[in-house]
């Protein structure tokens, strides 16, 4: 994902996005890189910690809305999510069983 796009989504300011990222990126849920499209621009991409914020909540339902742009779902907030829009750090996020997050980690696999 690029800056602008998550500050969109977010309806926040760039700055206040960059403010966010540089946070999420010094606790390692988020990396910069150069853009696969766009050599010259950077692109946010998740760690392997940042994808495990959703991924292994119990509240998290995966492929929940298939074929759907969101397919996915939050049972906290009864929303469906985009793979996007998952979230990192997130301070609702309660941990799911050990077969539950295999379910979910197979989703992605
Ligand atoms: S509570 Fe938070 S971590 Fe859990 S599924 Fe919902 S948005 Fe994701």
């Known amino acids: 994902m690029r800056l602008s796009w998550l500050a969109s ?8 996005a960059s403010v966010s990222v ?15 499209d766009d050599g010259r621009a950077t692109a ?10 959703c991924l292994s909540c ?20 009864i929303a469906p999510l985009s793979v996007a829009l998952l ?6 996020q309660v941990p799911a069983d050990p ?3 295999r379910r979910n980690w197979k989703v992605f696999a």
């Open 22 to 36: 540089l946070a999420l990126v010094s606790k390692g849920l988020l990396y910069k890189a150069r853009a696969e």
């Open 99 to 101: 077969a539950t997050r």
């Open 58 to 77: 119990q509240y998290f339902e995966a492929n929940r809305h298939p074929g759907k742009p969101a397919p996915h779902h939050c049972g906290l907030v």
């Open 9 to 16: 989504q977010l309806s926040i300011s760039a700055a206040s």
């Open 44 to 53: 946010l991409f998740l760690t392997d910690e940042g994808v495990a914020a």
């Open 87 to 92: 979230r990192m750090d997130c301070p609702e």
